[in-house]
């Protein structure tokens, strides 16, 4: 239990989007009961009430009311969990931005590590500077090339600034330059972004958990178990692999602890994560996705400031795995958080 009873701000976003649908003309019957699912920041919420805090909800819900209701909240930390703003999750850097500008102490990632990791391209260049080992890419918008190694088939093709899988599907894995200049255009027109096109790596999708901000440590390793794919299905985390609980491939896809990796591997993964993090300036926690290939090599592929912090999800599993409870990973954050600012 915590001694100090900090005023904890947790901070998440939502906007309205879409009409509401009409109302039936029969009413349904009524739908089994199912055990509801919570969100992270109700576990959170949890979490940071045991450790002795007070939290409460702020909402960013796109309107400069909510803005304004940031600025005169009455908080020692903001646990930030912003992803987007008004929808857009090219903004979650301005959030940041925001709260440096109101001089207000918060969790996570702060505006220039939420740059460099939603730009993936600049996020691979820095990478390759720093001598982490990083797929070759090219990247293509509306005709302009703008970046080009010597890249072969077979490629992978997805947005250089969405995150969570978005716009990645069983078709980003392209093998012919018909179906590159088929998947170039529609992320010109579905997203208007430009294009990461970059060598497909065949391998284990191993996710390293970094905590920290001087001395970051890198947490046991969990990995994306996409062995039980359907057969000529892409191996890849996939939209419908990480969000479509009604799909095959989210049923036949599993995350889960490394077990079998020997102590040399694993200190390689790890000592490429926390090089990673540092390289792109992530602070308190953050997800490095890598592939490791049959030869033992290792391909930094993306970082994730500011993951997911389910219960369920890989961060968490791997802090389980580490000796955390899911509330000794919340102190954690809220401590690094605290210290960076006192």
């Given at each position: 239990?915590?001694?100090?009873?900090?005023?904890?701000?947790?901070?998440?976003?939502?906007?309205?989007?879409?009409?509401?649908?009409?109302?039936?003309?029969?009413?349904?019957?009524?739908?089994?009961?199912?055990?509801?699912?919570?969100?992270?920041?109700?576990?959170?919420?949890?979490?940071?009430?045991?450790?002795?805090?007070?939290?409460?909800?702020?909402?960013?819900?796109?309107?400069?009311?909510?803005?304004?209701?940031?600025?005169?909240?009455?908080?020692?930390?903001?646990?930030?969990?912003?992803?987007?703003?008004?929808?857009?999750?090219?903004?979650?850097?301005?959030?940041?931005?925001?709260?440096?500008?109101?001089?207000?102490?918060?969790?996570?990632?702060?505006?220039?590590?939420?740059?460099?990791?939603?730009?993936?391209?600049?996020?691979?260049?820095?990478?390759?500077?720093?001598?982490?080992?990083?797929?070759?890419?090219?990247?293509?918008?509306?005709?302009?090339?703008?970046?080009?190694?010597?890249?072969?088939?077979?490629?992978?093709?997805?947005p250089t600034s969405e995150d969570g899988s978005i716009g990645i599907d069983a078709s980003s894995v392209v093998t012919s330059v018909k179906?590159?200049?088929?998947?170039?255009?529609?992320?010109?027109?579905?997203?208007?972004?430009?294009?990461?096109?970059?060598?497909?790596?065949?391998?284990?999708?191993?996710?390293?958990?970094?905590?920290?901000?001087?001395?970051?440590?890198?947490?046991?390793?969990?990995?994306?178990?996409?062995?039980?794919?359907?057969?000529?299905?892409?191996?890849?985390?996939?939209?419908?692999?990480?969000?479509?609980?009604?799909?095959?491939?989210?049923?036949?896809?599993?995350?889960?602890?490394?077990?079998?990796?020997?102590?040399?591997?694993?200190?390689?993964?790890?000592?490429?994560?926390?090089?990673?993090?540092?390289?792109?300036?992530?602070?308190?926690?953050?997800?490095?996705?890598?592939?490791?290939?049959?030869?033992?090599?290792?391909y930094v592929l993306e970082a994730n400031p500011n993951p997911w912090l389910s219960s369920g999800a890989e961060f968490a599993m791997a802090a389980r795995?580490?000796?955390?409870?899911?509330?000794?990973?919340?102190?954690?954050?809220?401590?690094?958080?605290?210290?960076?600012?006192?």
């Amino acid at each position: 239990m915590s001694k100090i009873s900090y005023k904890v701000a947790v901070l998440y976003d939502t906007w309205e989007d879409e009409a509401p649908e009409p109302a039936p003309e029969k009413p349904p019957r009524k739908p089994k009961k199912k055990k509801k699912e919570k969100h992270d920041r109700e576990e959170i919420f949890e979490a940071l009430g045991k450790l002795g805090y007070e939290p409460f909800y702020q909402v960013l819900d796109g309107k400069n009311q909510s803005l304004a209701a940031v600025a005169r909240a009455e908080a020692d930390l903001i646990f930030n969990l912003t992803e987007s703003y008004a929808g857009d999750d090219t903004k979650d850097m301005n959030i940041a931005a925001y709260l440096d500008l109101l001089g207000r102490a918060y969790t996570g990632a702060g505006p220039h590590a939420l740059y460099l990791a939603q730009d993936k391209a600049l996020a691979k260049k820095i990478f390759a500077f720093h001598g982490i080992k990083t797929p070759y890419f090219a990247t293509s918008y509306r005709g302009k090339l703008d970046h080009s190694h010597d890249i072969e088939f077979p490629l992978i093709v997805k947005p250089t600034s969405e995150d969570g899988s978005i716009g990645i599907d069983a078709s980003s894995v392209v093998t012919s330059v018909k179906e590159l200049m088929e998947k170039i255009h529609y992320i010109h027109e579905q997203f208007d972004s430009p294009a990461l096109i970059e060598e497909y790596i065949e391998g284990r999708e191993i996710y390293a958990a970094v905590l920290g901000e001087e001395k970051p440590e890198a947490l046991p390793l969990v990995e994306l178990d996409l062995s039980k794919l359907p057969e000529g299905t892409p191996k890849i985390a996939s939209t419908d692999v990480k969000w479509e609980k009604d799909s095959e491939a989210y049923r036949k896809t599993r995350s889960h602890v490394v077990e079998d990796l020997d102590e040399k591997t694993t200190t390689r993964i790890q000592e490429k994560a926390v090089a990673a993090y540092q390289a792109l300036k992530l602070r308190d926690y953050g997800r490095i996705d890598m592939r490791l290939t049959a030869k033992g090599e290792i391909y930094v592929l993306e970082a994730n400031p500011n993951p997911w912090l389910s219960s369920g999800a890989e961060f968490a599993m791997a802090a389980r795995k580490s000796g955390r409870t899911y509330t000794d990973l919340m102190r954690d954050i809220v401590d690094l958080a605290m210290a960076r600012y006192a």
